[in-house]
């Protein structure tokens, strides 16, 4: 199930405020980002899908994601706030089962995701993943994210992007 806009999108939104969820970021060129203690990297220009949690304020934690002006703190905060990045938007996902560490393989394995880079993202992580940032060629659409994710989900499209679906802007 995926919820859309509504007239009162605070009702739909509340339902969701713990579980695991999907950033996509894209870069058109590729570039050199420092990121924190692990130094300058290369990330080749495509699809970034970063798999995240929170026990709470899931919805907070998204939209710090896509706000530009935030005190960078995580490796991910390298990237969305690099001026090449465009933050395409993020899925979220209701679901207590779904850890984060199985989010990220079956993000990998259902939209073939390549590791771009080693420890990108992983500082959270006790299982060994392969990656919790993957990386595409290609463009990747947040419909893309939605079809290979289970129950409820609420899509959000970051504002400053084109809209290539209904869905809860905040
Ligand atoms: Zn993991």
Known sequence: MVLTGASDGKDITTAINAGVYVLVLEFRDPVRVRVGALGFLHFEAGS???VGSARRNLRQRVA???????????????????PGVRVVGAVMVQNMSLTECNLAK??????????PVPAVGMSDCRNRCPAHLWWRRRPTTLDEVVAVLPGLLVVVVNE???????AIVF
């Open 64 to 82: 710090r994601h896509l706000a530009v002006a935030k005190r960078v703190r995580w490796h991910i905060d390298y990237l969305t706030t690099h």
């Open 106 to 115: 079956k993000i990998g394995l259902d939209l073939d995701g390549t590791v």
């Open 160 to 166: 400053t992007v084109p809209r290539t679906a209904p």
């Open 48 to 50: 970034y899908l970063y």
